[in-house]
């Protein structure tokens, strides 16, 4: 499906009825890496999967795209649809998206379930480093990012070549105008930290054990940080935990949701 919010078309998925369950990937990936969560709850919940502005098969726009764009443009999607307050889960670059959302939208969130993410801002060199990436995007196409990000996104202990394609492939759709965005989008967010202790919705803090891309102490100290925030860190999972290890992730999802 598709829909026009704040003058981007915006690909997205529906499924199912009941809470409102929205999942917003990560970088350089698409909606399609939720889509055994899409499976798992659909027959409970009102289950939402947006492409973020250039990735997936959401229209790109030029120059940077904000965290708190990102967020604005799901909240255009959720007014859209009618849907709200929403349980909002969000993976990676989806949680410094959904922290975008927590602050600037508190009152249509239910609940916030941050995968495998962080809430602090990019170094200075961390963000030199994106922009320099996001120059190489422009001379060289998005296969720079694909190749550089798709080797962390699973236990390097993993050895399933399916999944390891399937990763590549949930990258493959993504524009090279939408990638440069997002990097740019990275970094330059703020750091969001100070933010967490005003979170004030049921929080789940879920990560993989062996996630190259961050450290679990990362989800520590924001489940720390969260009043009454919950922590799980599942094993033999890296950075895609939801889609490494889905049956864990659904049910420490299951059983949460089934308390809030
Ligand atoms: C992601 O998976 O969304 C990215 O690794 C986030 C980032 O690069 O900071």
Redesign the pocket.
């Known amino acids: 499906m598709q829909a026009t919010v704040n003058g981007v078309r915006i690909a997205f998925a529906e499924q199912g009825s009941g809470t409102p369950l929205v999942f917003v990937?990560?970088?350089?990936?698409c909606r399609a890496t939720w889509s055994k969560q899409v499976a798992a709850f659909k027959a409970q919940h009102r289950v939402i999967t947006p492409d973020l502005r250039g990735l997936g098969e959401s229209e790109a726009t030029p120059g940077p795209v904000t965290m708190q764009r990102y967020a604005e443009d799901v909240h255009a999607l959720l007014q859209h649809l009618g849907v709200g307050p929403v349980v909002l889960a969000g993976?990676?670059?989806?949680?410094?998206v959904a922290l975008a959302f927590a602050k600037a939208f508190p009152q249509m969130l239910k609940g916030l379930v941050l995968v495998?993410?962080?809430a602090g801002a990019?170094t200075p060199e961390a963000a030199a480093g994106?922009r320099a990436t996001a120059a190489q995007v422009q001379a060289q196409g998005s296969s720079v990012v694909v190749d550089a990000?798709a080797p962390?996104?699973l236990d390097p202990a993993n050895t399933d070549r399916q999944m390891r394609e399937a990763v590549r492939g949930f990258m493959a759709p993504s524009k090279p105008e939408g990638v440069i965005s997002a990097l740019l989008g990275?970094a330059e967010r703020p750091d969001a930290r100070s933010w967490l202790p005003h979170i004030h919705v049921p929080t789940l803090v879920i990560t993989g054990a062996e996630d190259a891309?961050?450290p679990a102490s990362e989800s520590e100290a924001m489940a720390h940080a969260i009043p009454g925030a919950r922590l799980a860190i599942l094993p033999h999972a890296g950075?895609?935990v939801a889609y490494e290890q889905a049956d864990a992730f659904n049910r420490a999802l299951a059983q949460w949701l089934h308390e809030i």
């Open positions: 990937h990560g970088f350089p990936l993976h990676s670059m989806g949680g410094y495998a993410t962080r990019d994106r990000m962390k996104m990275m891309v961050f950075h895609l």
